[in-house]
């Protein structure tokens, strides 16, 4: 039998840009109100079912 493992595959490398950027960091939260999940924004949350907004800013930090 001959050997059919002479041949190696060659690898191919494939630069690799999969950067992820953002501004923000995709955090994950949820609504309170009906548990979909809501969409992070750059300084609020946003529920896109029942409309409900959440502020990062919500804190006892004034401007
Ligand atoms: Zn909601």
Do not use: I, L, V
Not at 5 to 16: G, Q, S
Not at 26 to 47: E, L, N, T, Y
């Amino acid at each position: 039998m001959a050997d059919a493992n002479a041949a190696a595959p060659a690898k191919a490398a494939a630069p690799k840009k999969a950067k992820k950027a953002g501004p923000y960091k995709p955090a994950s939260k949820f609504c309170p109100k009906c548990g979909a999940r809501m969409a992070a924004h750059a300084d609020r949350f946003a529920c896109g079912r029942c409309n409900y907004t959440e502020w990062k800013s919500a804190g006892g930090k004034g401007k």
